[in-house]
C-alpha cells in the first residue's frame, strides 16, 4: 500500500518560512492528485491546499492564498509545501494525503502521520 511520511515541520517565528515534503511510496505517485491539510488543537482536520496529478491544477484555502505553494515533483515521489509569511493561526500538525483528484474534501485515500508547525508570535 501507498506509504505517506511528512517532513519539515518545526518552530519558526511569524513572519518566517517553512518547507514541508512529503515523500511518498508505491508505483504509482504521478497518478495520484496531493493535498495538504492541517488540524489544530481544538479544531478539525482543515484543507490547506492540492495538486492535481500532472501538476497544472492547484487550490488553494483562503487562509494561504498568497502565503503558501503548493508542489510537486514526480520523479522523487515527493510533494512539498512552501509556507512563507507564516502567522501564528498557521500552528497546526500538517498532514499530506493522496487521492484521485484535487479536492478541499477529506476524500483522499491514503494520509500520512502528520507533522508540527509551531509558529510564534
Known amino acids: 500500500q501507498v506509504q505517506l511520511v511528512e517532513s519539515g515541520g518545526g518552530w519558526v517565528q511569524a513572519g518566517g518560512s517553512l518547507r514541508l515534503s512529503c515523500a511518498a511510496s508505491?508505483?504509482?505517485?504521478?497518478?495520484?492528485?496531493m493535498g495538504w491539510f492541517r488540524q489544530a488543537p481544538g479544531k478539525e482536520r482543515e484543507f490547506v491546499a492540492a495538486?492535481?496529478?500532472?501538476?497544472?491544477?492547484?487550490l488553494y484555502a483562503d487562509s494561504v492564498k498568497g502565503r503558501f505553494t503548493i508542489s510537486r515533483d514526480n520523479a522523487r515521489n515527493t510533494v512539498y509545501l512552501q509556507m512563507n509569511s507564516l502567522k501564528p493561526e498557521d500552528t497546526a500538525v500538517y498532514y499530506c494525503?493522496?487521492?484521485?483528484?484535487?479536492?478541499?474534501?477529506?476524500?483522499?485515500?491514503?494520509w500520512g502521520q502528520g507533522t508540527q508547525v509551531t509558529v510564534s508570535s
Open positions: 494525503a493522496s487521492g484521485p483528484r484535487a479536492t478541499r474534501n477529506l476524500d483522499y485515500d491514503y
Open positions: 508505491g508505483r504509482t505517485f504521478s497518478s495520484y492528485a
Open positions: 495538486i492535481s496529478r500532472s501538476g497544472a491544477g492547484l
